[in-house]
């Protein structure tokens, strides 16, 4: 079995094509992970998510700092694993935030029940905490593993 480096463009184009991913953050030396459905926005070199209140919310507005990975998985000799390094980053329904929220709502529209599963659960009541956010990536890295198959 070989094991390659990604380079950083090999990276980038796992994340444009791939919708789910484990969500890393921390809060007083407590690690959490969680998957979440993101897109990759190849313009602002970041990732866009949305999520109810809850503990991942509020653990990022403590502690930005977070990690993602990313998986492509064929079976265990044939796989391809992404890090993502970065900042959490609210995007509020302010004037300000206005046009990368309408970037972010247009990017998760290009994918078909986009809402999924994130919103799945969210009931009326719910909706009014729905927070988007974006990471913005600092650095990531890559490998991929394959087998001979012969």
């Known amino acids: 079995m070989l094991v390659h480096e990604l380079t950083a463009e090999q990276c980038r184009e796992i994340l444009s094509r791939t ?5 890393a953050c921390s809060r007083a030396d407590q690690p959490y992970v969680v998957p979440v459905s993101f897109t990759y926005d190849r313009g ?3 990732l866009f998510s949305f999520a109810a209140v809850g503990q ?3 653990w990022m507005r403590e ?3 977070v990690c993602l990975e990313i998986e492509d998985v064929e079976d265990r000799f044939h796989w391809t694993t992404v890090v993502v390094f970065g900042r959490y980053h609210e995007i509020d329904d302010s004037p300000e935030h206005r046009e990368i929220r309408h970037r972010a709502l247009h990017l998760f529209q290009q994918r078909a029940e986009w809402w999924l599963p994130g919103g799945a659960r969210v009931g009326e009541r719910e909706l009014q905490a729905i927070v988007v956010y974006r ?9 991929r593993g394959a087998r001979d198959r012969g």
């Open 19 to 23: 919708h789910l991913a484990r969500l």
């Open 135 to 143: 990471i913005h990536i600092e650095s990531l890295t890559g490998r």
């Open 44 to 46: 602002t070199d970041s």
């Open 56 to 58: 991942k919310i509020h």
């Open 63 to 65: 502690n930005p700092r």
